[in-house]
């Protein structure tokens, strides 16, 4: 973890002290926690609606694992469509905008300006065009995952040294060449950062998506659970998310890493986020 | 060396260049500049910093347009870059995700030209700049000097007959640009090319050039063209040599001189010696 | 009127009617833009009769802004308060948690890990449990919308502390500057970049977490109304609620990046 490297700064020396730092006091930490969590539940009586016990969380997940895997499966297929559509989407839009002057001068400005505006307040038109179904969540998930990829990978794609450019015009080599072999591997970290993003829009996208339509997966879930005062079911199905959410994530880290590892040590961006 | 026994490779005909021309911030970098370069000569040029020189490197390597003048390279007028012309920076400019060994094949691959046919030159010319056993290291792996050196057989690996290097070795520290220095004497024993080589060092001029061409202030001029007596090959021994110091010790003084014309009257001459410091 | 331009046909007055041209173009291209969308959707709906009720034209919608106007500020007025809450809980206890962080070793190990894998979960879908627990009025979607925008102000907030200049700090140390000192002349400014971009991104999900907090809890606020009118397929309300949404997200946003021009002109312009 890069970011906290940067962070707890030196004394990379003590290889074991750093593992007990770096993983077990965070893993120590969480695991008191939801102890105490156990602990207080018990000893205040706080009544299950507001707050169950960590215990009866397993309790739903492990009575319940065959419904709450048939919910997981549309949340999980959902995002990762979304993921790749909004991935495709954004790194194609990228390249139109930074391949013409034209388009990028009268198209990135509103791009920048959609950045700001809370794109997930159109989840319920998607719905009127679209009605109640999958569908609505993969689009409106795209939607939103799409904004951060594009401007991210059109960051990366202007990002190679100007003399590496210069270079390539005095070979007399053609744009596309250029692209081929400079901008576009100048850009992957970039695209990467961007894909980051990406992941945890998707998620923000499909489960609002979810909870509006009202027709199945976590999100269903976790609202129908909510009205239903069994809040033990609401964390148990949020307990499910974060794991798609972070299995998504850790596969793009994992390509990250490796294509980081493929640029080389001066890549340019660096960071969890 | 009888210079005018040879054909012109390069020949600039009162070249000036205008940057954003017809604005309220027009520059005129480089004007009516006129030199004529027979194959195979290595010509240095001096200036002061931000006086026109890699404009005019640009210019001859097709990279920037000229403003007015005539500009011919081996007979044909400059219309856009040429695969005869190699150009290096001040930057290695290698692309990190590629061994030192791809990063020398890069222009073969861009050319388009057989890389098998390539491979072995190309470690030829690692081991030739002394970095055999590091032709798979990527550039983060190796030191600024070493990059340059891959820089160089980036350079070599097309044949190029006309070489134009933008203070190549200015990035380095003393003892790298040395070791460059002598390697770059070294390697032209063996390829005879036409260079246009700008550096800020007047002792590098004198050592690697034939000929050492002294540019004015903005917008740039020729106020000086000096022939290095010194016969090839030449070694870094040279630099003690009292002709050598005393042919470097004239040309500062036409520097300084430069300055003065285009600044107008000779003020102290200590702020003219700061300025050609900065 | 022809004498004021330059002579037309002479090349020097085409490069300069060229010039000019070039230099407003990235203005005026997305301007245009806009206007042809506009007018392309106008002429589509119209022409290819398109219901309203999927794609109502945007004279529709203004004709809707403009009846509407009062209605839709009063609905804004509650989702921009809300926001506004919001941001300033996020960010008053994620600059404390990220100067705890800074300055206590044992702290920043334990809790920095926990923060980043917060920041990657699907937050929104606790939304449902801050209704629980505080019902369906406005402190749930505070509350929600803070704890959604609170992460990204901690993890810019201490990567800026962290990203300091060592060599300034050490200079501090060296004229024997007193922690607190140390912090307000040196770590705060040199975080300010920092900061400001967390609080870019906190304020965005400020909103992003008020209206997510609407549509499932509200009987008020622009996500109520864009909930409701899209559920009645009043779907001119929908783009007019949408667009007064949007005015007021980019106003919240200009809000930030003006108080970050301030506050950095106060700082000396960095
Ligand atoms: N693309 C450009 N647009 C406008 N002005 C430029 C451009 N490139 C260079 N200039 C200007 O032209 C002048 C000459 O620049 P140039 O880079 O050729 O100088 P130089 O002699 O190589 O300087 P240095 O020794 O510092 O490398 C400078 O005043 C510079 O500001
Ligand atoms: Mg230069």
Redesign the interface.
Known sequence: ?A??D????ADAAVPNGRIL??VL??L???AVMIALWQILCQTLQVRP???PPPSAVWTVLRDNYAILLDQTLPTLSESILGFVVASVLGVAIAVALTSSR?LR??????IV?F????K??????F???LGVGETTSVVVAVFIAFFPIVVSTATGLVSA?P??L????????SEW?IFR??RF?YALPYIFAGMKVGV?MV??GV??GE??TAQNG??YI??FA?GA?E?AT??A??VL??VI??GL?GVIGLAELLVLR??????PISG?? | MSTDKLAPSIEVNGVSKVYRAGTAAAVEAVSTVSFTVPQGQFVAILGPSGCGKSTLLMMVGGLEAVSSGRLIVDGKPMTGPRTSIGVMFQDPTLLPWKSALDNVLFPVRVLKRSIADHRAAANNLLQQVGLDGFEHKRPHELSGGMRQRVAICRTLIYDPDVLLMDEPFSALDAISRDEMNELLLDLWQQFTKTALFVTHSIREAVLLADRVLVMTRRPATIVEDLTVPFARPRSMALGENREFNEICRHLRERIEDGHGRSRAPRAGTTTRRHEAAR | MSLELPAAGSPRGVLAIGRSVRRVRPIILPIVTLTAVLLLWQLAAVRLHIPSVLLPTPSDIAQEMWHALPLLVDQAVPTALDTLLAFAAAAVLGIGLAIVITYSRPLRDTLYPNLVFFQLVPKVALAPLFVIWLGYGSPARVAFAAFISFFPVVISAALGFAGTDPAVLRLCRSLTASEWRSFLLVRFPFALPAIFSGFKVAMTMAVVGVIIGEFISSQAGLGHYILRAGSRLETADVFAALVALSVLGVALYGAVALAELGVRRAYGRR
Not at chain 1, 105 to 110: F, I, R, S, T, V
């Open positions: 973890m970011l906290l940067a962070i707890s700064g730092r770096l006091l965070p120590g930490f969480a609606i507001l707050l034209w001068e009268a198209l990135y400005p509103g300006m950045q700001l505006i809370p997930i307040a159109l989840a319920p038109l719905i009127v065009w040294k003399e590496v210069q270079l390539c015009k005095s070979l007399t080599a060449q072999m400079v591997p945890t998620m923000i489960v609002v909870f509006i976590l999100g976790i609202m909510a005062g809040t609401v964390l199905a949020i998310l974060c959410g972070l994530y493929w640029f080389g040590g001066e890549a969890v986020i």
